[in-house]
């Protein structure tokens, strides 16, 4: 949300030096007889650090995925992280890989791990590639939203998920039924936009293309869009922009 702002860098400064602090009592590798909860944070933690640039988290990560590559070895706790940031410091190439990889995925988790790896690109033509490929039929309907907000998530690609979903809800209602809970999902991820004029155009097309089901997840996510827009006034404000 924050990271076109000017005063970014100052919070990225701050968080690489809180989330260093939590990694240097983790480590990389799970101990024995450690809490069942650090393995979650280990991985949120190592994934926060690689967006953020940290080049001894970053280097890592691409050691073990290319491990993996060739033994296919690699700690499951650790996966969505490795596969996330190998992607966020990726080309068109590691792309390729990872298709590759979530066609050869002998499990729906390990599928839904490479379709939320494959948003995290930072390259537009490569997310334009992911938004291409989740619409295909290699990718379960179930699964369908996972990429989405993953992608909405990401400040590389956020700017693509709405046009996307304009251009394709006759497909996504189609592809999913009227009622399904997944396409109140598909709606829900544009929440994390920042603007009022996101607001208004968001729920401007949607009077226009009502769905039946979706009334409630529609005001809820008008609601967080005030939300960010407030908390984005604010941060603005207290960092004198």
Request: proline residues 3%; glycine residues 4%; contains cysteine.
């Amino acid at each position: 949300m924050l990271k076109d702002e000017e005063f970014w860098d100052e919070i990225k400064e701050f968080n690489q030096y809180f989330m260093r602090i939590i990694f240097q009592k983790l480590g990389w590798d799970s101990i024995k007889g450690e809490k069942p909860t650090y393995a979650l944070l280990r991985n949120s933690v190592i994934r926060s650090l690689g967006k953020l640039e940290d080049k001894e988290i970053i280097d890592e990560a691409r050691c073990r995925f290319s491990s993996f590559l060739k033994t296919g070895i690699l700690n499951p706790d650790l996966r969505s992280a490795i596969y996330s940031i190998v992607a966020w410091t990726g080309d068109s190439k590691t792309h390729q890989q990872l298709v590759n990889l979530y066609r050869r995925a002998q499990t729906q988790e390990e599928k839904v791990r490479f379709l939320g790896a494959l948003a995290n690109f930072k390259d537009e033509k490569l997310l334009r590639k992911t938004l291409a490929f989740t619409l295909s039929k290699e990718v379960r309907s179930q699964n369908l939203f996972v990429p989405v907000s993953k992608m909405i998530a990401n400040p590389h690609g956020k700017d693509l998920v709405w046009p996307w979903i304009k251009k394709n809800w006759k497909v996504l209602v189609k592809r999913f039924g009227v009622g399904n809970p997944l396409l109140n999902k598909i709606i829900g991820s544009v929440s994390v936009m920042t603007e009022m004029r996101n607001e208004k155009e968001v729920r401007l097309y949607f009077s226009k293309h009502h769905v039946p089901g979706t009334e409630m997840k529609l005001a809820q996510s008008m609601e967080r869009i005030r939300i960010n827009s407030k908390f984005l006034h604010n941060a603005r404000s207290e960092f004198g922009q």
